[in-house]
């Protein structure tokens, strides 16, 4: 099993900025791809970003390509998602997931294991 935490959301003014944290514990996959999603109310859960565990490219949704930037620090097995220039548009609840091997991909049910979720809103 692996166990996915988020942290860092919160309340936040259009055009500012928040970074989430996702910290990964349990077991460990020696290739896997941890995505972002977020889910806003009556809305299907959606991709946000994902990174390459293993040599680190990234992958971002069109909707926050050139705002958010996806990272991971590899020792303590956290990622991250940076926010920036954020819009109204980007309230939701924020996931970090994880699926094995080194694809990636932005459909929900191909990953294998999701964190509790944390809500970022933004005020216009």
């Known amino acids: 099993q692996v166990q996915l935490v988020e942290s860092g959301g919160g309340l936040v003014q259009a055009g500012g900025s928040l970074r989430l944290s996702c910290a990964a514990s349990?077991?460990?996959?020696?290739?896997?791809?941890m995505g972002w999603f977020r889910q806003a109310p009556g809305k299907e859960r959606e991709f946000v970003a994902a990174i390459r565990w293993s040599g680190g490219s990234t992958y971002y949704a069109d909707s926050v390509k050139g705002r958010f930037t996806i990272s991971r620090e590899d020792a303590k097995k956290m990622a991250y998602l940076q926010m920036n220039s954020l819009k109204p548009e980007d309230t939701a609840v924020y996931y970090c997931?994880?699926?094995?091997?080194?694809?990636?991909?932005?459909?929900?049910?191909?990953?294998?294991?999701w964190g509790q979720g944390t809500q970022v809103t933004v005020s216009s």
């Open positions: 997931a994880v699926r094995s091997g080194t694809t990636i991909n932005i459909l929900p049910r191909q990953y294998n294991y």
């Open positions: 349990g077991r460990t996959f020696s290739s896997y791809v």
